[in-house]
DNA sequence: TTTAGCACTCAAAGAAGTAGAGTGCTAACA
DNA sequence: TGTTAGCACTCTACTTCTTTGAGTGCTAAA
């Protein structure tokens, strides 16, 4: 769909005043506030084309025009201007990961709450898919009363841990010995990398614990699963509830039941389709629920290999252009941040 | 401050009614539904000194009367009937404790979840003190680069980790050796029954480590913090915004953002005062901010020792004694869960 | 001591009117 | 042919006024 160049002036006017007004814009308000040279009356006229083309709509007859979710489209891809963040942005954002994070839990909660706090939106952050790691250490902890745990750790910094029941019968140092092969076979491998052939070398030199490997190797095939590990960080609602579309009660209700369902979370940042920061506005959320909303997200990675993503979630009438800069600069600075925590050279954390 | 048994009758029948209806309650209300042989007229007198005393109060000269906080107090403590959990109510909760939770953290995000279905109010669960167990296994896992992940497991199922730095010169022998010789001083020990000597002990048989052990110890110094690694399950808040006293969206921005402070709400948890079922009215809770709030909260324990609480936050107008039987059935099943759990005897999880 | 009766109060809901922002159309103009 | 001034028209949002009815307190009688 062409527009001439004086359409598009006026459409990107009437989204950038709607964004930063959230009410209607009429002819007169754009002929006085940007100096396109034109007259309201012409204007007018480009609005009701603009209209027809499916750009913008009317509430009602006697209000201004709003953008349609087809507008925003057309904005973000053609019409936006790059947002430049303010030197006190930047800070926040730089102090925010230099300073030490105790670990990586907290470090992606407060990733949340400054993407949050920046965009107004609610923040979405995904912690690290424990499957791009490969096994550094795995140790079984006799717990006494029948328990173990089997602690995992990755080389990515990442760790799993569960409970196992283990028969009275087993001693310390079968677990220990236990330990010491699994050590042994699996250290080094990514979950992919582990061959049944190399499971079956394990069931045989130790046929005696037949038992506990099945249980081992139960939660091993768990820890493969991907999104089975994932916990997934929610951020800032009540920052989104400063934007005037939720001033309504039920939406915020009918959001709010959404977003505490962690497996809706997972599903809406895996709505990834390009690489870089991606926006999903309206409909285009492939989820009934919340389409009267968009998103934008993108994938954090370390040593090139993404690793996780995290967005945030907010009105369709959000700044794209300032959200969009956020979201890439936090990524980057996560992805950072992650890569030297994980990749070493870093400070402790 | 005494009441005659028709005052308490006719507070009793205002309190039931105002958490019913949340409208203030007149006295043609009271005597229609509740049979208690006498007039509207007598019950506006009886009405007219329960509002002197204090335990009623009137929002404007001609609507119905309202419990005041210290009405609410008078109910909790004398007139309130002893709520009795449905068998469906039973069964859910039972349910939620008899499948298999994959571990702690989902087990008590589960239960404030039920908790607040239960209640309409949002729930807070804190997860179990790490201080309350003894160290199990201690291990020092060598990460490459130059990193190294501590992890304590203690014996009550609880784990802590921590990516450390250390210089380039240790190697993986290294560590284990370390690992070893602190598994072999401290295993067995609480956080509180670590003595300076043993301290010193470690340090003298690991002189050459001296450096990696003053960041060990600094990592078990900070697990020591009590509170420090508490996590707080918050959930459940939608549930409260049906209540009609949330249909102000500024009360709710308030709350949200004060309710996604961690540390805010390890401060509420912490104003138990008394073994059992805790009930803090209005005013009542240490905190200015919630002061239009009630909270129901209690302390799970295992082997006889508490080692967390969780509880909910509602509006002061809530149904106390059913609230007050869910946190308490639910405490008291939830302890148990851990008890299997951390004690043994129990089911894998 | 209780209660019927009554005048009074006041928030909430409805009705009516007003203001004003915005539109589309027409006709004149460059 | 594109642009613009002018104008009648539309429709929401706001204000003001009125009505309704639930509820009270007081008084006097039972």
Known sequence: MELNSRKQEILLAIITEYIDTAEPVGSRTIARKYKLGISPATIRNEMADLEEMGFIEQPHTSAGR????RGYRYY??????????????????RQEYTSKARDIGLLLQRTGQLLSQLTHCASVVQSPKMEAGSYKHIQLVELGMGRAMLVLVMDNGTIQHRLIEIPSSITGGDLATIS???NAKLSGHTIETIK????????LELTRH??????????????????????????????????????NIEKVKTLLSLLEQESLLASLLAQISK??????????????????CSMVIATYEVGGQPIGSLGVLGPIRMDYAKVISVVDYMTRHLSSALERLFRGGGNQI
Chains 1, 2 share one sequence.
């Open 66 to 69: 709003i953008p349609s979710e």
């Open 76 to 93: 973000v891809d053609y019409l936006m201007h790059k947002y430049q963040l303010s030197p006190d942005e930047e800070d926040l954002i």
């Open 180 to 182: 010491s092969v699994l």
């Open 196 to 203: 049944f052939t190399l499971i079956k070398e394990i069931y």
């Open 210 to 247: 037949r038992h506990i490997l099945d249980l081992v190797l139960e939660v091993l095939r768990y820890s493969l699963t991907p999104g089975a590990e994932d916990k997934i960080y929610l951020g800032g609602l009540f920052n989104m509830l400063s934007q005037p579309e939720f001033h």
């Open 275 to 292: 690489p870089g920061v991606n926006v999903r506005i309206g409909g285009e959320i492939s989820c009934r629920a919340i389409q009267d």
